[in-house]
């Protein structure tokens, strides 16, 4: 979720110089690391980090607040999903088989921010794409530059003001005053010169997409309740029965 960190520093500044969002946000990350990805739990960190900041500043705290579950699993999630406006599903294209959890969000009402990965693929295509926002790479375009191997995050931030100031506040005073330089470091560090799930070219496209979501949201109530109840309507699609069946037909080929 290192995209959606980036936006949310993002937002930090935008909010401190008066460009507040359409709507007041909250994010809400919930996820579990394995003890050793090592990134994973600096992500982790850095987002608890940021929490306290925005906390903590009075400019910014009544339009945007940042809130990590703890220990998320199967009874949070009971609680969360039917909450829940926007479903964020911003994996790299082409580095998530399917998931579930987009299925959830989508029965429930939510909209789907994300990109043109899993079952991202399957859901715009029983809803439409006016009805769901996509933004990012295409698979074909990550797998060329992993191929290609001249993919340098350098370059992205340097030419990016933007981001080059939200990857810079990771090691702020604002974020070391209350985190822990080793771990906030490392992730700067990671994304400056590896960024492996290739996050930074897809930032602008996510802030812009992101933006649109919201604006939809304020300015649009009926429009974006039309989309919610299209969203639902097309969630039978994803039923168990049908895949269970198509399964049979298509694989299995077992008898009544």
Same mark, same amino acid.
């Given at each position: 979720?290192?995209?959606?960190?980036?936006?949310?520093?993002?937002?930090y500044?935008?909010i401190r110089?008066?460009?507040?969002?359409?709507v007041?946000l909250?994010?809400i990350?919930?996820?579990k690391?394995?003890? $050793?990805?090592?990134?994973? /739990?600096?992500?982790?960190h850095? @987002?608890?980090? =940021?929490?306290?900041?925005i906390?903590?500043?009075? @400019? #910014?705290?009544? %339009?945007?607040?940042?809130?990590?579950?703890?220990n998320?699993? #199967?009874?949070?999630?009971? /609680?969360?999903?039917p909450?829940?406006?926007?479903?964020?599903?911003?994996?790299?294209?082409?580095?998530? $088989?399917?998931?579930?959890?987009?299925?959830k *969000?989508?029965?429930?009402?939510?909209?789907t @921010?994300?990109?043109?990965?899993?079952?991202?693929?399957?859901i715009?295509?029983?809803?439409?794409?006016?009805?769901?926002?996509i933004?990012?790479?295409?698979?074909?375009?990550v797998?060329?530059r992993?191929a290609?191997?001249?993919y340098?995050?350098?370059? %992205?931030?340097?030419?990016?003001?933007? =981001? !080059?100031r939200?990857?810079d506040?990771?090691?702020?005073?604002?974020?070391?005053?209350a985190?822990?330089?080793?771990?906030?470091? !490392? @992730?700067?560090?990671e994304?400056?010169?590896?960024? %492996? *799930?290739?996050?930074?070219p897809?930032?602008?496209?996510?802030?812009?997409?992101?933006?649109?979501?919201?604006?939809?949201?304020?300015?649009?109530?009926?429009?974006?309740? !039309?989309?919610?109840?299209?969203?639902?309507s /097309? $969630?039978g699609? *994803?039923?168990?029965?049908?895949?269970?069946a198509e399964?049979?037909?298509?694989? %299995?080929? =077992?008898g009544?």
């Amino acid at each position: 979720q290192q995209l959606n960190l980036l936006y949310l520093i993002h937002q930090y500044f935008e909010i401190r110089a008066g460009h507040t969002p359409a709507v007041p946000l909250v994010s809400i990350f919930g996820a579990k690391a394995a003890p $050793a990805y090592i990134i994973a /739990k600096d992500i982790i960190h850095a @987002l608890l980090t =940021l929490s306290k900041v925005i906390a903590a500043d009075p @400019l #910014v705290a009544p %339009w945007l607040q940042v809130v990590f579950v703890e220990n998320y699993n #199967v009874t949070a999630a009971e /609680k969360m999903i039917p909450a829940c406006d926007l479903s964020e599903q911003i994996s790299l294209a082409s580095k998530e $088989a399917s998931g579930t959890g987009n299925m959830k *969000f989508m029965l429930n009402g939510a909209l789907t @921010l994300g990109t043109m990965d899993g079952a991202n693929v399957e859901i715009s295509q029983q809803v439409g794409n006016e009805n769901i926002y996509i933004f990012g790479q295409t698979s074909g375009q990550v797998i060329h530059r992993y191929a290609a191997g001249d993919y340098n995050p350098a370059d %992205w931030y340097e030419g990016d003001p933007n =981001l !080059r100031r939200a990857i810079d506040f990771l090691t702020g005073p604002e974020m070391l005053a209350a985190g822990k330089e080793e771990n906030l470091a !490392r @992730l700067q560090h990671e994304l400056k010169t590896k960024d %492996w *799930f290739q996050t930074l070219p897809d930032f602008n496209a996510y802030v812009v997409r992101k933006g649109q979501a919201l604006s939809d949201y304020a300015c649009d109530p009926l429009g974006w309740r !039309r989309k919610c109840l299209i969203n639902i309507s /097309k $969630a039978g699609f *994803f039923s168990s029965d049908r895949t269970i069946a198509e399964y049979n037909s298509d694989i %299995w080929h =077992l008898g009544e």
